[in-house]
């Protein structure tokens, strides 16, 4: 092995330092820090703003992988995940419920659509959907349970959503989070 001169190190040292010097250290707490941006964001424009999510925005595509009887969960990306413990212990009361027993897919879309934006309208923080276990159905697999979960994750007032506990509905039913609107 050839030895570097001292000269090349010390210019490969100075190359090291200038690429580190906006380099942060990573906090230790598990925190995560936000940055303010350099360029202030752009605000959207109001009337899309105030446009409630319809049953034709929401897509049909299955972004979630489940096996049946999975306690499953989401949390939107940014938010703590101290936010789905609590809301899996029931730190927030539960403040209207949709049922959804014996809806077709279309029309449990359309109801979700119309149950989230009234749920917005009227400041709810955390809802409860039954969408049942789907002992019902052909092969005894849950319908719409997936397909819930995947329309929950369009909504942008949803923040998070987990499987309810026994005495809430358990594998049929499913607890949401939505934004608080001040």
Known sequence: ????????????????HAAMRDVAPLPATGTVVQHKPSVPPVPR??????????????????????????????????????????????????????????????????ELSIFLNACSQNKFCCVRIIHGKGLSSKNREPVLKTRIGNWLLQH???????QAKAEDGGGGAILVLLKSKA
């Open 45 to 110: 424009k109001s009337n899309l703003q105030e446009q409630p999510i319809t049953a034709d925005t929401l897509s049909d595509h299955i972004a979630i992988e489940m096996e049946a009887g999975d306690d499953w969960s989401y949390v939107r990306p940014g938010m703590p995940r101290l936010t789905l413990r609590k809301l899996r212990r029931g730190h927030w009361g539960i403040q209207d419920n949709l049922d959804l027993h014996g809806f077709t897919r279309d029309e449990a879309r359309q």
């Open 156 to 162: 942008a007032d949803v923040l998070a959503f987990c």
């Open 1 to 16: 092995m050839k030895d570097k001169n001292p000269t090349q190190d010390d210019d490969e040292m100075a190359l090291f």
